[in-house]
């Protein structure tokens, strides 16, 4: 296969053209005749950092749903998820040629009557946490997923931690021991210290990250994964949060001020990572539109397709498009960096060296 075009290596590094061979990737011109050849824009495979295959609404899915999870991701473009969290073994996936590469972080960690139901392993006791967090990074792909906050019906009837500091440091410390890192979602402004003392790596969604609590996270270098296509359904949760007025006050604030939140996390320096938190409640296949509700946010369109692409693959550990790498690429007919609307619409989607979409 002959790229002929742009292709896009990183930041500042461009080659002109490139060739598939086999399943791998080369800037030489090899021997033999073309078998076939793609012009345009070529761009290392989109990354959604914040991915769910194996979970829907309801929890857990059959093999069948998440197949087509993931065939939904593949052909927007994303051939690289780290799977932040899911109660479906879906290691089964790592045989398919078809289907993208998954980087898992294990079944989310929460307590009973804390978290959405069927979604996470619930820990009887707070304390059982640190060993919990060795289990799954021992299941998972050099990741872990703590539940943060959530709301508390029985006492506060708002988002609280569901985590003292010390257990949050000792767990940090284990999953570290064990080689992964950890990555958490949180809401609320009061979990975030303690995050951030206990070391963490990753934050989800940060909406309540105070101005000082930035400054924080930008100066520990803590990326944070914006999701805003999430975000945007926090008015639809506050009209049903009934009898938790302070719950549902809180989220639509949230949610009121998400494109400011974002900006202020990018103009502070924080790497911001593009996810979609599909399964749930949001459809597999739409981390175009995310990148798009990050531009709208004020990130320029630069920045994001960067951040979709080749920076998200080099902070994973993941090739991108290098001498020799996993031939993994997606072509557009025009530099998505000059108009954020292309990624919805490639021209090829390569992945292992075929052309699947």
Avoid: N
């Amino acid at each position: 296969m002959h790229l002929r075009g742009p292709v896009l290596l990183g930041d500042e590094r461009v080659a002109g053209e490139a060739w598939v061979v086999g399943d791998r990737l080369t800037f030489s011109r090899p021997a033999g005749p073309v078998d076939d050849e793609l012009t345009g824009w070529v761009l290392p495979g989109l990354v959604d950092v914040h991915c769910h295959v194996g979970l829907a609404e309801a929890g857990a899915v059959d093999a069948a749903t998440a197949e087509r999870q993931a065939l939904a991701d593949r052909d927007s473009g994303v051939l690289l998820v780290r799977d932040a969290g899911s109660p479906s073994d879906t290691r089964w996936m790592d045989a398919r040629e078809d289907l993208p590469r998954l980087l898992r972080a294990g079944h989310h960690l929460a307590r009973p009557k804390r978290y959405l139901r069927d979604y996470a392993r619930e820990l009887a006791s707070p304390d059982e946490l640190p060993e919990a967090v060795a289990q799954e990074a021992a299941r998972g792909d050099g990741w872990v997923k703590l539940v943060g906050d959530w709301i508390d019906r029985e006492a506060t009837g708002d988002l609280t931690p569901l985590w003292s500091p010390a257990l949050l440091a000792d767990a940090v410390t284990a999953a570290h021991a064990a080689g992964a890192r950890v990555t958490a979602h949180t809401f609320a402004t009061e979990t975030l210290d303690a995050l951030l003392d206990a070391g963490i790596d990753c934050l989800e969604h940060a909406t309540g990250a105070s101005p000082d609590q930035i400054e924080r996270i930008a100066a520990a270098g803590v990326p944070v994964t914006a999701t805003l296509l999430q975000i945007a359904q926090f008015d639809a949760i506050a009209d049903r949060a009934g009898r938790y007025p302070r719950f549902g006050a809180r989220m639509r604030a949230m949610g009121t001020r998400r494109y400011d939140q974002v900006r202020d996390l990018y103009d502070a320096g924080v790497p911001v990572l593009v996810g979609t938190d599909a399964g749930g409640t949001i459809a597999h296949g739409r981390l175009p539109d995310e990148a798009a509700e990050l531009v709208a946010a004020g990130i320029p369109a630069a920045e994001v397709v960067a951040a979709a692409s080749w920076r998200t693959r080099a902070w994973l550990g993941v090739p991108s498009l290098d001498e020799g790498a996993p031939a993994d690429l997606v072509v557009y007919p025009v530099d998505p960096r000059a108009d954020i609307r292309v990624l919805a619409a490639p021209t090829a989607v390569v992945l292992r060296g075929t052309r699947v979409a």
